[in-house]
């Protein structure tokens, strides 16, 4: 690997500017005495100095001009680069200086502009994906309400018919307000920044509340729960962590086989505390682990008409704004455990020692 001298800028521009005054005055200088000498015109020190004055002036200006696109190629490849982002290219890199002598502000100028422009291409790419992936979510149901509705407009159905296919034509609207109220609400977490509600929490009832609020789904499969929560009070966004404790447990709900048990169980440490939900269900493979915070994944095909994939980004968007962390330990064919960790105190963040995906 070429070795490669790193300066500060200053030092770079105090040195060079030094180097080239005394290679200017040197070789001007030598040149006058040359001239002197070998032609025998014996200038007078006057017209000496006014010679070597000038010769180092133009020599300067010409050495300093060459030095001055050294140290300011970096912000022109960036220059040219930017223009290309403007186009649309997210592609574009500027390659490192290879020059003997650069400057670190040179150096991090190129880095800076290259790790945002991955962030760009990554985030271009998820939009294109998310775009594609709402498109197919709104497509599906779509096309059932028009099929079924097309059915509904002819003739000769019976009544049994007719209201099966109204049924099916309702259930698949729902499907598209759940959607549309999934993406919208993610679209409000998204371009929030900070939680404006500051309210005293009763975690264990606000729990215990959205496991009755859910009754009607986890009853019918005939679920259990085995709640153990101690006092667990904390200053956060009410609205938000109901919303977290919903979609978990919903999850939990939809996962777990007839007749199995759901447990909820909490702990409070100095700064914050930590709730883990833990279902009998399914599982989830190791390898699908990593992405179930991302947006429209669905780890099992079986139920994806059952949801949207969206569910686990909102809780993950959530904890970011109210500074808490989320983990999943799951096994396939022994359940999945969620684990929460909040913060006592709005505005802060959680310390409890667990590992985030």
Known sequence: MKKQFILPLRLYHSLTTLLTLVLCCGASSLLVYLLDSLTGLQLELPVAL????????VSGALLLAWEAGVYIRPAQSVVEATGRIAKGDFAVRVPPPEDFVSTAEGVQLIDNFNRM????????????GFTGSVSHEFKTPLSSIV???EILLEDGLT???RREYTGLVHEEALRLSRLAENLLRLSRLDAQAIVMRHEDIAVDEQIRQCVILLAERWEVKDISFAIDLPPLQIESDPDLTKQVWLNLI???VKYSGAGSTIHISGELASNSICVCIRDEGMGIPADKQVHIFERF???DESHQEKGHGLGLSIVKRILELLGGQID??????????????????????CVLAISSK
């Open 117 to 128: 422009a991955k962030e760009l291409q990554s985030i271009d790419h998820m939009q294109k």
């Open 159 to 161: 009544e049994n018919e």
């Open 147 to 149: 099929g079924f509705s």
């Open 250 to 252: 919903d999850n939990a």
């Open 50 to 57: 006014i010679i070597c004055s000038l010769l180092t002036i």
């Open 297 to 299: 994944y669905q780890c």
């Open 328 to 349: 999943c330990q799951s096994q396939p064919g022994k359940g999945t455990e969620m684990k929460v960790a909040l913060p006592l105190d709005s505005g802060k963040s």
